[in-house]
């Protein structure tokens, strides 16, 4: 995930009602939030498949013009790709998205725009109770800094100080540190990609398609990541790439646990994931986690979830404009 200054640039919402979106490369997702402390009320839900819509302001209209009663005049959008000031453009399909053309062209107040995984961290501290799956209890009380982190079209992470409605979130690079091998096979990993592009980064062997790419690793032929998870079960080289994957995921969590000093905790998010739910507890995950050598018995007291929360990307946008409107309210 590249650092964007979407923490720094949510605005001051007024109280009352407020538009949030999850847009990503597939659906735009909308709801009406509202309420005070803790995890927001989302109303009027929906979710538009991308395809066939001319923008986000045409999937925002679309939304707005199909809402009872009066619309808000506020937005927060978390956003799958980078943000630069007013302007984020998506990773996976061809949207530039300007805040400025959003406001004007709908009418709307004050539109703010975040990256969909600082909105995630937003949301971590205030998920419902069912909105996460334990992979790993941890010590019992456990508190301090969350991480979260997760593979999509490129490996975000983000780290929460002080969660809670004081809460600071703060994007990171993490993505882009080197890829750190251990295994033989690791090794021979590293060396096919470096001879087409080096250094090789976490992100590029952990990122949605590098299950496919260790697929492709352990002799199978060309196929996606959808189509290798599908074949879990029935396809030992698919579970051999799984298997992989999975361990080499939890060794770069485990040293960003242990870097971020995550102490409160990690939680998996991201687009892939929620596909391997069934997989995650019985995989080489958490031993790829824990193996932290003299720091092992640390790395077992963080406790470790995976996001069950549909809505937690517009969730977390309500939350974030929440805290900068009571930031502004206090100042």
Known sequence: MRRD?????????????LLV?????????????????????????RELPNDGADGLEDQLRRYLQALPGAAPTAACLAIAGPIRGRRARLTNR?????????????????????????????????????????????????????????????????????????????????????????????????????????PVTAEQVLRGDGIAQLYLALGGGKRTTAAVCAGAGDDPLADEALSWYLQLLGRFAGSLAVTLGATGGVYLA????????????????????????????????????????????????????RHASDRHSAA
């Open 5 to 17: 200054n979407e923490t720094q640039a949510v605005a001051e919402h007024s109280d009352g009602a």
């Open 21 to 45: 979106g999850d847009i990503g490369g597939t659906n735009s997702r909308f709801a009406i939030a509202a309420g005070g402390a803790g995890w927001p009320l989302l109303e009027h839900w």
């Open 94 to 198: 061809p949207w530039t998205i300007d805040s400025t053309a959003l406001e004007n062209a709908l009418a709307l107040r004050r539109v703010t725009l975040l990256n969909d995984f600082a909105a995630l961290a937003h949301a971590l501290a205030f998920l419902p109770p069912a909105g996460s799956t334990v992979l790993q209890a941890g010590a019992a009380g456990a508190r301090g800094p969350l991480a979260v982190l997760g593979p999509g079209t490129g490996l975000g992470a983000a780290l929460v100080l002080q969660p809670g409605e004081q809460q600071q979130v703060v994007p990171t690079e993490a993505g882009h540190a080197d890829f750190a091998p251990v295994a033989p096979r690791d090794w021979a990993l590293q060396q096919a990609l470096t001879a087409t592009a080096a």
């Open 270 to 321: 991201g687009g892939v994931l929620p596909r391997l739910a069934g997989t995650l507890p019985g995989s080489g995950f958490l031993d790829g986690f824990n193996d932290r050598g003299p720091l092992a018995d640390y790395a077992r007291a963080i406790p470790v979830r995976l996001v069950t929360e549909p809505a937690a990307a517009a969730g977390g946008a309500a939350i974030a404009a």
